[in-house]
């Protein structure tokens, strides 16, 4: 929508509009029909080929039925698809989530390396990422145009969900995110999971975030803290509202964190 049709609405455009267009931004209304006196042009069709999907939450899979029965082709590493298949306990929030049908599951799947998708002269790299977000997190990898869409494994503006339940560790978001530091250079254009987007300082500073909780939660864990003393000691405070969270949410982070660092229980 370009900013000078000020006919398209009723009463001019919100000041919004005017700021944007000065700055040389673009501006995307998510549901124009609520705007009075919108004037929208036609409809127009766009065939979808292949999915990606980033890992095995719902926020990512439950579109994918759709999708199958129109004959796309959904894309992801294996292990979303056998987790889907099986249900699953979220590591994050306790969640029980139950399996679904063969129709909803990714039709295409691959275990480790890359896979090289190619659409009318445009390619794609996809990913594996181990143990982050997940055991089955993917990224997209547009070399070209020098864009990486990241998945879950950036989060901006909140605590990233550590699913230690399925695989998650916070050393495998840190490693990840090394290796997409490692991609990137300074004009590339980052899409996180959540969050705006970011740029390559963005992420190095993202990085930086996450060793320092690793490393506030390794102290508690080496003076010999619990899990529930470790998520009582409110590590995070001082962090909670740059990330928009509540004390419960902070308690989680505290207690993924001490998931993925505590050593493993002796066998007697």
């Known amino acids: ?7 398209a609405f009723a009463n001019g455009p919100p000041d919004f509009f005017d700021q944007a267009k ?3 931004l673009k501006v995307y209304v998510e549901y124009p029909a609520h705007l009075p006196g919108l004037d929208l042009g036609a409809v127009k069709t766009t065939v979808w080929e292949r999915v990606v999907i980033a890992s095995d939450h719902g926020d ?8 199958i029965k129109e004959g796309v082709t959904v894309i992801a590493q294996n292990n979303v698809k056998q987790r889907l298949l099986t249900g699953t306990d979220n590591g ?3 969640a029980k989530v139950a399996p679904v049908g063969p129709d909803a599951v990714p039709t295409k799947t691959y ?10 002269g445009v390619s794609a790299t996809v990913g594996h990422i181990a143990n982050a977000h997940t055991d089955g997190d993917s ?11 990241t998945g879950d494994i950036v989060a901006l503006g909140r605590y990233p969900s550590i699913d230690t339940g399925n695989g998650g560790n916070i ?5 990840g995110v090394g290796f997409y530091i490692m991609l990137a250079n300074d004009k590339t254009k980052i899409v996180p999971g959540h969050g705006p987007l970011t740029d390559k300082a963005g992420l190095i500073a993202y990085r930086k975030f996450l060793i320092e909780a690793r490393d506030r939660v390794a102290k508690l864990i080496k003076a010999g803290k619990s899990e529930q003393e470790a998520m009582s000691a409110h590590v995070f ?14 308690a989680n982070f505290t207690r993924v964190v001490y998931e993925s660092l505590k050593p493993p229980a002796k066998v007697m």
């Open 1 to 7: 929508m370009s900013y000078d049709e000020r006919s």
């Open 22 to 24: 000065a700055k040389h």
């Open 60 to 67: 990512h899979t439950g579109g994918d039925a759709p999708f």
């Open 92 to 94: 994050v929030n306790g």
């Open 111 to 120: 275990r480790s390396g890359t896979l090289t998708l190619r659409v009318k």
């Open 139 to 149: 990224y997209v990898w547009f070399r070209n145009a020098n864009v990486l869409a």
């Open 171 to 175: 050393k495998g978001i840190i490693a």
């Open 237 to 250: 405070a001082d962090w909670d509202s740059k990330y928009n969270a509540n004390e419960q949410q902070s």
